[in-house]
């Protein structure tokens, strides 16, 4: 049982990776009401993907603070475009769990929201890019995207598989999407 929760709580804070590399540099005070184990457990995880980063990519301290800056700068436009991707899959499977009924209007205008957030997650990697260019290497950003990639690839095989969803507001299992809608 407590390995469980540890291993739940490590899977949280990789996940979060996947949404945000600032998360795991920011020095932001802890979150109000959340358990003191966890922020310690957290923390040690941050320093410790700090430690990794800074060793893979042979950082000089000066390079690992500017990191950490850039992080923190790039942050809430990161959460904010990881929000609207984890949103969206939502409101258009629910238009199409409608069948017949879907609003065409709502399911348009959903698509072409996508094709936004896209184009808003390419141009803040892009913006990110220029500001790491201005103290790292080509290699070291390489390296950098690598390992973001390779962290946020172990968080999903981390995540637990097959785990039953929630019933809805009625207390029923809510109906599958189709195929491809996830």
Not at 75 to 81: A, H, K
Not at 154 to 168: D, S
């Amino acid at each position: 049982m407590i390995f469980r929760r540890h291993l739940a709580i490590v899977i949280v804070a990789i996940a979060g990776f996947s949404f945000t590399s600032a998360s795991l540099f920011a020095q932001s005070e802890p979150s109000r009401g959340q358990n003191p184990r966890r922020q310690e457990l957290e923390r040690r995880f941050k320093e410790r993907v700090g430690e990794l980063v800074q060793r893979r990519l042979q950082l000089t301290p000066d390079q690992m603070t500017r990191l950490q800056a850039t992080n923190r700068q790039f942050e809430q436009r990161r959460i904010l475009v990881a929000s609207q991707e984890r949103d969206l899959p939502k409101e258009l499977r629910s238009q199409l769990l409608l069948g017949d009924k879907a609003d065409q209007n709502k399911v348009s205008q959903l698509l072409e929201q996508s094709f936004r957030i896209q184009r808003q997650r390419l141009d803040l990697a892009e913006s990110e890019q220029r500001e790491l260019a201005k103290f790292m290497t080509p290699v070291q950003r390489a390296k950098y995207f690598g390992l973001q990639n390779e962290l946020r690839k172990r968080a999903q095989e981390l995540r637990p598989r097959g785990v039953k969803r929630p019933p809805n507001r009625r207390g029923t299992l809510r109906p599958k999407a189709p195929r491809g809608i996830r």
